[in-house]
């Protein structure tokens, strides 16, 4: 085939492809009026799991590659929603932070963002139903988790709807053109862990002043000349940043995870996780029998941590994730055998285990 007769091809195809998003739209509408007859939510997180799955299956002997694909998807999801509501989403902020690139991933751009500046302004507004939903970090695969969002968990009627793993790439920002004219550098404290052996490195004489977050770095940098910030390139756009060097991060795999907080659980999808919150009982080997039944029911624990209860003192509470759904009877089985173990027992979420993005 000539280029003529490729772009003619394609052109065909593309109509193809405009008439079945239009189709696929009229659908996400009718599924919109079935939605306010039961009362669910728009947001389907169990759904769209399972059809992000579906896709890479589908995908696999392509030549798209299956990320390539489910952002597209993404998108679609995005756009289908704002048909049937305008989803307005908190994050923790500002705008250029790596919370506001992993709610952008999850929701799309048709979503409303709505940045924050405390992660407890984040649980505030959607517990008062302010907005849809929020999106806040918990752990990083270096640094270890974000206490102040387990912390915000107690006495919380938030839930955990979904979680988004994304790949955390540091740049080095400023508004000089080379690293010899920086003597400032602005970086969020978590951040300086996650690059401490490149900075010691690349920049061991620079003055290094803490910063909220890593947008607000990027913001301070691009007053101040002579100074830089570790940054995401949104943030560079956003700020109008020179990149002078990327990936500085000192471990090659990074990840930020991150949370969806709302008010529902989603259902099963066969590929799940569960979050729990915990107070022990004191007794001797205590945490022996919390953990022994899920040894005994074959359930995979993901992580579990603990932090103060800050009711009594040397007193802790202990957030547990596991493999599988509260549906699940193995789950429940597990569930019932702690309930009497405990002093206080709650289930913060069933939810989609979420792919890096």
């Not at 915000?152 to 009627?157: D, P, Q, V, Y």
């Not at 990074?254 to 259902?267: A, D, E």
């Amino acid at each position: 085939m000539d280029l003529k007769s490729i772009r003619r091809s394609i052109d065909h195809i593309d109509t193809q492809v405009v008439k079945l998003l239009n189709d696929r739209a009229r659908l996400a509408v009718e599924v919109s009026h079935q939605k306010r007859r039961v009362n669910a939510p728009v947001f389907a997180p169990d759904r769209e799991s399972q059809l992000l799955r579906r896709l890479a299956k589908l995908a696999q002997d392509g030549l798209l590659p299956v990320p390539a694909l489910q952002a597209i998807y993404r998108e679609i999801i995005s756009a289908s929603i704002s048909l049937q509501s305008q989803l307005k989403i908190a994050y923790f902020g500002p705008e250029g932070s790596f919370t506001h690139e992993a709610a952008r991933v999850r929701f799309g751009s048709s979503a409303v963002l709505l940045p924050l500046r405390g992660i407890a302004d984040v649980f505030r507004e959607v517990e008062r139903e302010r907005v849809d939903y929020g999106v806040v970090p918990v752990e990083n695969s270096t640094e270890g988790v974000v206490n102040h969002t387990l912390d915000m968990f107690a006495g919380s009627s938030n839930k955990i709807c979904a979680e988004v793993s994304m790949r955390i790439e540091h740049n080095l920002l400023s508004r000089e053109n080379s690293r010899g004219r920086i003597q400032k550098l602005f970086i969020h404290p978590q951040t300086l862990g996650q690059c401490r052996l490149w900075l010691d490195s690349n920049l061991p004489d620079v003055q290094i002043v803490e910063a909220l977050s890593n947008s607000r770095a990027a913001a301070q940098a691009a007053k101040l000349k002579g100074s830089a910030a570790i940054a995401s390139r949104l943030a560079a756009k956003l700020y109008g940043l020179n990149i002078l060097e990327k990936g500085v991060e000192d471990q090659s795999d990074n990840t930020t995870r991150f949370l969806v907080l709302g008010r529902q659980w989603p259902g099963p999808t066969g590929h799940d996780k569960t979050s729990l919150m915990l107070a022990i009982k004191d007794r001797v080997g205590a945490l022996y029998h919390i953990l022994k039944p899920f040894a005994q029911n074959r359930v995979n624990l993901s992580s579990i941590e603990s932090r103060p209860s800050k009711i009594r003192a040397w007193n802790y509470i202990f957030f547990i994730d596991c493999y599988g759904h509260v549906q699940d009877p193995a789950v429940r089985r597990v569930l019932q055998t702690l309930r009497p173990l405990t002093s206080t027992l709650e289930v913060l979420g069933s939810y989609p285990r979420g792919e890096e993005l």
